[in-house]
């Protein structure tokens, strides 16, 4: 139930709403929130395809900003699924090396099996309920192509976590806002 009360960041209304939520209720709630998983899924398998039409996820601003939330960065302490998930999805793109980094638990230089830019990926437990990772790009070695990154940057799953950023800087959008902005339309 806890995991469920900070799942989304409107923290007050779903406190207030779990107060009351039954086993019937959590079962909705986690059928939704599996369903949101398979969603993203799909769109972010859709958008890695038409990415690698032509060049490969390097080349497009907007990847490299969904996969590079990283709460630190804000300096607050919560996981985006959709950026866990992105990374877990675009892994097998990319070679992996000892990182010569160790500020998080697991430091891996990471390399585009096209392109051959670098990125430094990183997981870090913050306690034993939330932990998340993270891919910075380092270098680029592509010329970007895609369209522009917007803020406040748009999630679809959501955030968990102690602490969130402010909406003008992540923001949850529709599944068919999302998908359009992923698949650059
Ligand atoms: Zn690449």
């Not at 601003?61 to 999805?89: A, H």
């Not at 097998?92 to 998080?104: A, G, I, R, V």
Request: charged share 25%; glycine share 4%; aromatic share 14%.
């Amino acid at each position: 139930m806890k995991f469920f009360n900070k799942l989304f960041r409107n923290k007050n209304t779903s406190t207030e709403a779990n107060k009351y939520m039954n086993n019937g209720d959590l079962e909705d709630w986690n059928n939704k929130f599996v369903l949101k998983n398979i969603e993203v899924k799909n769109i972010f398998i859709k958008a890695l395809n038409l990415y690698n039409t032509e060049f490969c996820q390097c080349a497009y601003p907007r990847f490299q900003q969904i996969v590079g939330i990283d709460c630190r960065d804000f300096g607050e302490s919560f996981k985006c699924f959709d950026t866990d998930l992105l990374i877990d999805i675009v892994k097998p793109s990319f070679y992996s090396e000892k990182s010569t980094l160790t500020d998080e638990c697991t430091n891996e230089k990471w390399i585009c099996k096209k392109c051959g830019s670098t990125y430094e990926y990183g997981w870090s437990d913050f306690s034993i309920a939330v932990d998340r990772k993270k891919l910075k790009l380092v270098k680029l070695n592509i010329i970007p192509q895609g369209k522009m990154t917007i803020k406040p940057i748009p999630i679809f799953i959501g955030l968990y976590g102690y602490s969130y950023p402010a909406r003008t800087e992540i923001n949850s959008v529709t599944l068919t806002e999302f998908e359009e902005y992923m698949t650059e339309r």
